[in-house]
């Protein structure tokens, strides 16, 4: 694959605070306030301070910026963007109303929330993931500017901020699917809710685990026969090379994919894996790299790039913090075959200066657009962009 470089230009504000990761997993340290991300997402097409490398023929543009560390995303069938932030408390939705690939109008839907992580629509309603507890602005959409008092759908999730960040998503049984990462690096806790992903209907009842052993998910989609494809952040402190991050597949309810016991399939933990072996577990669909931090992802199923794309997965690398060698700050590429990852690749990547080991952007959410366009979110530089194809 010929890579050509885009360049991209920002006005990086001096002294901002990135959000930090740990190795395969993101840390709990706070993220830079809304007024500084926002100020860092300024603009300028004539200075290039970064490079982007793509696939010849695609194009990256900036399709909204002043985004407060965005984060997750959510489309709805109007076509506007909802996106939630970690280190900040507001929801934010994204609307292109001249319909010219850029947006031109940006909403705070609702402020001063705890960790909004998480956005999910449906059925005209905007759902958001809380630390703890579950949101819902009913129809949202008929006055975005003054949306209301949220209902609470749940509210009896763990307070633990390790880990606590929520990523949220309507599978195709119509049930809310909500992970719970485990409290720590590595621990095995008496709670079973912990290092799992949850499901339960859309007002909040029947809540059930789904999987377990899932250390921290912050990304989950579903392929077209309804089976569940996750990424997971695996555990630090095993050195640079080990273990891989990982990209799970679940074809039911009750599997169990390792953690504290096992990780990438096939390191058994030093502390815990005396107990179980590996093979008692689901091995990964795809190993990703050691730290690379694996978050959202989506399955192409757009028109507009070649066809050799359609049914592959994008997946949103944050970047690790604390390996030697920094890895990630790119977007992978795991092309799917027969429902099985038949080969995994770097379809985007420049957000890390190499040389200096300093990161100016880092991948949270991809969404495919109805054109067919991608769109990529980052918390860093509080922007997100627009990838587009000409043949």
Request: aromatic share 10%; proline share 5%; net charge negative.
């Amino acid at each position: 694959m010929i890579l050509k470089p885009i360049r991209l230009a920002f006005y990086l504000v001096v002294g901002v605070l990135s959000v930090a990761i740990s190795s395969c997993g993101e840390s709990n340290k706070e993220a830079a306030t809304a007024e500084e991300v926002i100020d860092t997402a300024t603009t300028n097409d004539g200075d290039s301070l970064s490079k982007i490398n793509l696939p010849a023929g695609f194009e990256i543009s900036i399709y909204a910026s002043g985004i407060d560390n965005a984060r997750s995303m959510a489309i709805s069938p109007s076509g506007i963007i909802y996106v939630g932030n970690r280190g900040g408390d507001k929801i934010y939705a994204i609307q292109d109303t001249d319909k010219d690939g850029k947006a031109d109008k940006t909403i705070v839907v609702a402020s001063g929330l705890k960790t909004p992580n998480g956005v999910a629509f449906k059925d005209g309603d905007l759902y958001v993931g809380e630390i703890s507890r579950l949101l819902k602005y009913p129809n949202v959409e008929a006055n975005l500017e003054a949306v209301g008092e949220p209902v609470v759908v749940y509210d009896d999730y763990p307070t633990d901020e390790h880990h606590g960040w929520k990523y949220i998503a309507f599978g195709p049984d119509g049930k809310l699917y909500v992970p719970v990462g485990a409290p720590c690096n590595i621990c095995e806790s008496e709670n079973e809710i912990y290092a799992t992903i949850t499901r339960m209907n859309p007002d909040g009842t029947g809540r059930e685990i789904f999987a377990r052993g899932v250390r921290n998910t912050v990304g989950m989609t579903w392929d077209a026969e309804g089976n569940l494809w996750f990424t997971d952040n695996g555990r630090d402190m095993l050195g640079d090379d080990m273990p891989d991050c990982e990209l799970n597949k679940a074809t039911k309810a009750g599997m169990h994919f390792g953690y504290p016991y096992c990780h990438s399939g096939d390191i058994s933990d030093p502390e815990f894996g005396s107990k179980f072996p590996c093979s008692d577990f689901v091995a990964p669909a795809q190993k990703l790299g050691a730290h690379v931090a694996p978050l959202g992802l989506r399955f192409y199923n757009g028109d507009m790039f070649p066809a050799e794309y359609k049914g592959s997965i994008f997946i949103a690398q944050h970047g690790s913090w604390n390996r030697s060698k920094k890895s990630g700050y790119r977007i992978g590429l795991v092309k799917v075959e027969n429902g099985k990852a038949v080969n995994y690749s770097t379809f985007a990547d420049g957000w890390l200066d190499e040389a200096e080991q300093e990161a100016w952007g880092r991948p949270v959410d991809v969404q495919v657009m109805p054109d067919g366009s991608l769109l990529i979110s980052d918390d860093k530089a509080g922007v997100i962009y627009r990838v587009t194809y000409k043949a």
